[in-house]
T-cell receptor
Framework: AQSVTQLGSHVSVSEGALVLLRCNYS??????LFWYVQYPNQGLQLLLK??????LVKGINGFEAEFKKSETSFHLTKPSAHMSDAAEYFC?????????????FGSGTQLTVLP | DAGVIQSPRHEVTEMGQEVTLRCKPI?????LFWYRQTMMRGLELLIY????????DSGMPEDRFSAKMPNASFSTLKIQPSEPRDSAVYFC??????????????FGSGTRLTVV
């Protein structure tokens, strides 16, 4: 069975500071890994994904994440936070097998950007 | 592509009334998921369909909840009778399910349900 742990349900950073949102996963097979973002009163949007290949993945709005198999981690980073980054972020994992792939979501991290 | 379309966006109803939420998945996607999101419980998977067939409804909270997918382009989530504790945002998501590469889920904008 797969699982995802997001460390820190709330993270606050100052505008211009580094954003680091942590995600650790558990999977018995090579995983697909995703980050979704949810802005207020909206649905979840895909931010970036890792399937195969390069372990450093770049997404929208300057975010990137690195798949580290040895650490079973997929942390999300952005060098410089912007006020518009304030949102909830969800990490998700899926295995690469199966006829109907499903995502297992973490509990989410609320990012606050302080002026 | 218009994405996953949910209706209505907002629904306010009185306790005891029947509520029907609707979802149109992305054309060609063969998996459909219904989620509920609340402050207290976060994002919960209620039920999912594969090729219009319900695969896992273990997340459906009570018999008051039911979901159908009569064809590949339409699904409903019904609550009858509704209760105040059903107040939440309900999301529909669709996915291609099979094949590679896989792009995960596409979510709709949600239906905010308020039961008074």
């Amino acid at each position: 069975a797969q699982s995802v742990t997001q460390l820190g349900s709330h993270v606050s950073v100052s505008e211009g500071a580094l954003v680091l949102l942590r995600c650790n996963y558990s999977s018995s097979v090579p995983p697909y890994l995703f980050w979704y973002v949810q802005y207020p009163n909206q649905g979840l949007q895909l931010l970036l994904k890792y399937t195969t290949g390069a372990t450093l993945v770049k997404g929208i709005n300057g975010f990137e994440a690195e798949f580290k198999k040895s650490e079973t981690s997929f942390h999300l980073t952005k060098p410089s936070a912007h006020m518009s980054d304030a949102a909830e972020y969800f990490c998700a994992v899926s295995d690469q097998a199966g006829s109907a792939r499903q995502l297992t979501f973490g509990s989410g991290t609320q990012l606050t950007v302080l002026p | 592509d218009a994405g996953v379309i949910q209706s209505p966006r907002h629904e306010v109803t009185e306790m005891g009334q029947e509520v029907t939420l609707r979802c149109k998945p992305i054309s060609g996607h063969n998996s459909l998921f219904w989620y509920r999101q609340t402050m207290m419980r976060g994002l919960e998977l209620l039920i999912y369909f594969n090729n219009n067939v319900p695969i896992d409804d273990s997340g459906m909270p009570e018999d008051r909840f039911s979901a159908k997918m009569p064809n590949a382009s339409f699904s409903t989530l019904k609550i009858q009778p509704s209760e105040p504790r059903d107040s939440a945002v309900y999301f529909c998501a669709s996915s291609s399910g099979q094949g590679a590469p896989w792009y995960g889920y596409t979510f709709g904008s949600g239906t905010r349900l308020t039961v008074v």
